[in-house]
Each structure stands twice: as C-alpha cells, then as structure tokens.
C-alpha cells in the first residue's frame, strides 16, 4: 500500500500524486472504494466544475533594472 494524494484528471480518470510522480488509478475501483467510504452511490456524488478561466488576462509591466557604474 502506498500513500499519495487522490487527484481527479480532467478526462475523469483518478490518478495518485506522489511528489511530481502521477500514477493512474482502476477507475471503477477507485469510485467502488469512494461509494463505500462516502455511503452515497456515484450518481449522487458530482464533481466540482472545472475552473473559469478569467475573463480579463491580467496585465503585466515589465521594468528594466538599472544599473550604476562606479568609476575605479
């Protein structure tokens, strides 16, 4: 057995997140495992929508370092 954070893909696959090591996971026997753990079937649980992107893309300045010379 090891031990890892539970991700869920976009494309609804499971997958376990050790470090920067993605391994994926038997789908159904991840949601068999989630049915027991919760008491709630599959239909019932719904997955949070994915994020929006913004709506505005932010603004970025750039600003040039300066630098002084100073004469030996």
Do not use: C, F, W
């Amino acid at each position: 057995m090891q031990i890892g954070a539970l991700a869920q893909l976009p494309d609804g696959a499971y997958a376990q997140v050790n470090g920067d090591l993605v391994r994926i996971l038997n789908t159904s026997r991840v949601e068999h495992a989630l049915d027991r753990a919760t008491g709630t079937p599959r239909a019932a649980r719904q997955a949070p929508p994915p994020p929006r992107p913004p709506e505005q893309q932010p603004i970025v300045t750039i600003k040039k370092k300066r630098r002084i010379i100073i004469a030996p």
